[in-house]
Nanobody
Framework: QVRFVDSGGGLVQAGGSLRLSCAAS????????MGWFRQSPGKERDFVAT????????YYAGSVKGRFTIARDNAKNTVYLQMNSLQPPDTAVYYC??????????????????WGQGTQVTVSS
C-alpha cells in the first residue's frame, strides 16, 4: 500500500517562504492526482491546491493563488508546495492527499483516498 510522508513545515515570519514536500512510497505515485489541504484548530480541512497525475494541470484555492505553487516530480515520487508571501492566516497543519483518476479542480477532501500525516506551518506577524 502506498504511504505519504509530509515534511518541510516550520515557523516563518510574515512575508517569508516555505517549501513543503510529500514523499510517496511504492511504484504507483505517477498514477495519482495529488492535492494539498490545510487545517487550523477548530476549523474544517480546506483545499489548497491540486495537480494532475502528469503534472500538466493545476488548480488553487483563491486565497493562495499567485502565492503558492504546486509541483511534482514523478521520478522522485514527490509532490511539493512552494509557499511565498506567507501571512498569519496561512498558519495551519498542511496535509498532502492522493486520489486515482480524479477530475481537474478536485477540491473536496472526500475525493482523496490517502493522506500524509501533516506538517505544521506557523506564520508570525
Amino acid at each position: 500500500q502506498v504511504r505519504f510522508v509530509d515534511s518541510g513545515g516550520g515557523l516563518v515570519q510574515a512575508g517569508g517562504s516555505l517549501r513543503l514536500s510529500c514523499a510517496a512510497s511504492g511504484r504507483t505515485f505517477r498514477t495519482y492526482t495529488m492535492g494539498w489541504f490545510r487545517q487550523s484548530p477548530g476549523k474544517e480541512r480546506d483545499f489548497v491546491a491540486t495537480i494532475s497525475s502528469g503534472g500538466g494541470t493545476t488548480y488553487y484555492a483563491g486565497s493562495v493563488k499567485g502565492r503558492f505553487t504546486i509541483a511534482r516530480d514523478n521520478a522522485k515520487n514527490t509532490v511539493y508546495l512552494q509557499m511565498n508571501s506567507l501571512q498569519p492566516p496561512d498558519t495551519a497543519v498542511y496535509y498532502c492527499a492522493a486520489g486515482h483518476s480524479l477530475p481537474s479542480h478536485s477540491m473536496k477532501r472526500e475525493m482523496y483516498d490517502y493522506w500524509g500525516q501533516g506538517t505544521q506551518v506557523t506564520v508570525s506577524s
